[in-house]
């Protein structure tokens, strides 16, 4: 019987007011239609050139977003605050989420190689902001290799990962020993021999073989 009533669910309510110059009456119908809900999800991080789908969908609703379109799904690729407003009759619901997009870290540790025993070979990974993982489970943005085999390192920016392998190969040095400083007689000859397996040969006389036949005097050398 008071002034006022509080209506929370749907249906046909009246009042009938009563003074002194007599009885009024008025109705009206009341009607609930579902609250329209929004979730864009937590704010998140995307890899460049990937696609982001933001999906405000819901049934006969209609939709604003900060971007001025008004579709219920929008497709995001750049980093940005993106907000949806979505009504439904008189009802409306928001949602914001905030994208940030990550570069694709740049990883590159070189050519396969061959290095020569004793050498070593400091391979770089280095990204801002990156973390790293090398075959061996270090996790530096460098290591320093000193013996064969294959490497790699895998190098994260947010979600975005790239990846590098490198083989490095050791040679043994060559050991070459001509022998003792020497004389040879009349027509004889010396014969310098120093074969090897895989191996590339220049002397004093710039001839390329495995070996140098010696007649006069001269000082012999090979690398």
Known sequence: TGNILNV???GQYWVEVTDNCGVAYDTINVSYVVYPLVDLGADTNICDGTTLTLNAGYPNASYSWNTGSSDSVISVTQTGQYSVNV???NCVDQDT???TVDPFPT???GNDTI???GETLVLQAN???ATYLWNDGSVGAAKQVTSAGTYWVKVSIGNCESSDTIAVVYNDFPLVELGSDTFICGNNVAIFDVTQPNVSY??????TGSSLTVSQTMQVWVE
């Not at 220049?202 to 001839?207: G, H, I, Q, T, Y």
Request: proline letters at 4%; a negative charge; one cysteine or more.
């Open 8 to 10: 929370t669910s749907p």
């Open 87 to 89: 009504q439904l009759g």
């Open 97 to 99: 989420i905030n994208v």
């Open 107 to 109: 990883v590159d540790l």
């Open 115 to 117: 290095l020569c025993t």
């Open 127 to 129: 990204n801002q902001n």
């Open 202 to 207: 220049l002397w004093n006389d710039n001839s």
